[in-house]
Every structure is written in structure tokens, then in C-alpha cells.
């Protein structure tokens, strides 16, 4: 029931501080702020690197995992949409672990790799929002996200809960692999504990997100730019707007706008800046004077810092609460989705059923 809201995908969209707590909860002990996955066959400090598969969005929230498993697991990770990756002959070596994520589990691509995955000796995780589903029952490793069952066909809750489950998942073969200190690892979970806090915060800019949407309803084409583990998350956007708008929209890695994107930049191109302050802001912000010395339209979202710092001359700005980089990719999720929802409204558009796609895609 969607109760006291217009669509499942916004009641799917503030349901995410609590799904994304429940989920946390049974990944990470909250007594002694530590790790603690659900009882595992398989001892995952023996993995010597990650292979993700996923479609969509559940493929950008591999893309955002990628960066964790490097940076606190020091894991090299291969990734690739399922569609390519199961006819593509990659190499698998032994001792590898292949993670398949999906909301549904039955998506037919990524079920095809993944059986692909353990007939070639890997190690099978899936991480699904149905226990019951057919990857779910494959897998070797099954890590649930607790997002309960979503029904908007654009993905919303589903993709904070798997960004959560990957994080602790990142951490768990972190601390396994001796690459986090007792210290560390309190530190992270105690940041993941914040994410519920956080997100609140940023449902709470939903007046101000559906008062610009008018400002992007007419445009004909979206870019989305972002850097490091926010670039998926431009992407993300992207195709949240595309599938609910029908906005043509990119997403695109901020440092790769001089490399062909600038061209399309006019006054008829509104974009997107998905750029918590931090260390590669200032590189963020002379593209975005890249884009603003072309007359292009420029959306910042950030927090109180960032805004300060590259707020003036922005057509409008989304203020985030500041957050540890670890979390942003959960929290700055709400803007994106968000602000996809109330343009599909602003233009009327079917946003729980938009045309031509299904909820689960169970043929290739
Ligand atoms: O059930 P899955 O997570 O495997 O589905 C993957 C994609 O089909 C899905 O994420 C799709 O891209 C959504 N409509 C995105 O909003």
C-alpha cells in the first residue's frame, strides 16, 4: 500500500532510513562497533580478488563497491554488466570470488554469469532483496538486503541497501585480509551506523527538490557529472531520470567533460553536480567553470562547504549534510532519486510503471 504517499517509488524513497538501518543491523554489531556478517561457509580472508556482476543499477552499486574493495581491502576488482560479461570469455582464477547483485535475483543475464561463474571454480556471493530467489539459492555466500519488497519499477531502496550490505562486505574482507586495524574498523562501522541520521537529512530537502524540478522538465538532454565513488552515482541519476522522465540524461566521470561531453553544452543543458567537499573538490569545481563558462546550467549538489565554496552562479543548489566519504554514495542517493521523481511528475509521466520496461527482467 502506498498509504499517505502519491507513488510507491517516493514511499520506496523515505522508507530507505529504515530499510537501510534494518539491513545494517544485521551486518554490524552495534555493542563493540564491529563487523559482523551472518555466519558464512566460506572464510573470505582466502579471496584473492572480486569479480561483480550485476545490470543497471544494481551494476552501479558494484561500481561504487569497486572502490571500497580497493581501498580498504586492497582486492583487485573486475567488474562488468552481465550482458557483456557472460559472452565475453573473461578470465576467472582460482581462489576468486564472484558477487552478483541483484534486487530481484532472477535477473537473466546476471543469473547466467553467475552460473557461468561457478562452473569456472568461483567462489558464488549474491547479495539480493529476495531470499527465496533463484540466485539467492545458488550462491554460496548469500547476503540479503533487507529493503522489503519494492515495487516502484525504478530501484530506489533496493540500491541504498546493497550499497550498505557492500560496505560492511568491503570492511569484513578488510579487517579478514589484516588491512584494518581494530581502530579502523570501529571507526567505519560507526559511520555506517550514522547513514539512517544522514539520509533523514536528506529527505528533508525534498520541498526544495520539488520546487526546481519546473527548472528541469523542459530540458531535452540531463548531465549527470561526478568523481571517484560519486561517478557512479551520476550515472545513477542518469538513469533514474531517463527511465521516469524520459529525459535523455548521461551520466559522466566529472575529469571526462573536455573530452567530448563539453561540446553539448549550451543553455539548454541543465547539469548535474554530485561533489561532496573533500580532497578532488576543487578539480570538480574548474569543471564546473568549464561548464559555466559555455552559458550551461549548473545544479550543485554538496554540503554547506561545497556550497560556499561553488554555490554562486549555480542555477540552484541541493544542500546535503556533510558526511565521511565511506557513506556519501548512500546519502547523496535521496537528491538523485528525488529529483528524477518530481520531474516525472512535474512532466505527468507514469512513474511507478513507465513505459517499456518491467520490474524484472527474466529474458535476455
Ligand atoms: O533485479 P535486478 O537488480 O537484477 O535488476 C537490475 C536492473 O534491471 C534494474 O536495476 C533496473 O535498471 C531498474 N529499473 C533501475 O531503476
Redesign the pocket.
Known sequence: EKGEYRHFMLKEIFEQPTVVAQTLGSYLRQSDRSVALPQLDVDLGEINRVTIV?????YYAGLVAKYWFEQFARLPVDIDVASEFRYRDPVLEPGGLALF???????AD?LAALRHCKENGQTIGAVVNVPTSTMAREADVLLPTHAGPEIG???TK?FTCQLAVLAALAAHMAVKRGRLSRAQEEEIVEHLLETPASLNAALDHDDDIAAMAPLIAPARDVLYLGRGQDYPLAMEGA??LK?ISYIHAEGYASGEMKHGPIALIDENVPVIVIAPSGPLFEKTVSNMQEVSARGGKIVLISDAEGIAEAGEGCMATIEMPHVHPLIAPLVYAVPVQLLAYHVAVAKGTDVDQPRN?AK??TVE
Open positions: 550485476a545490470c543497471g543499477t544494481s547483485i541483484s534486487q530481484s535475483g532472477e535477473t546476471t519499477v525504478a530501484s533496493a538513469l533514474k527511465e520496461l524484472s527482467v
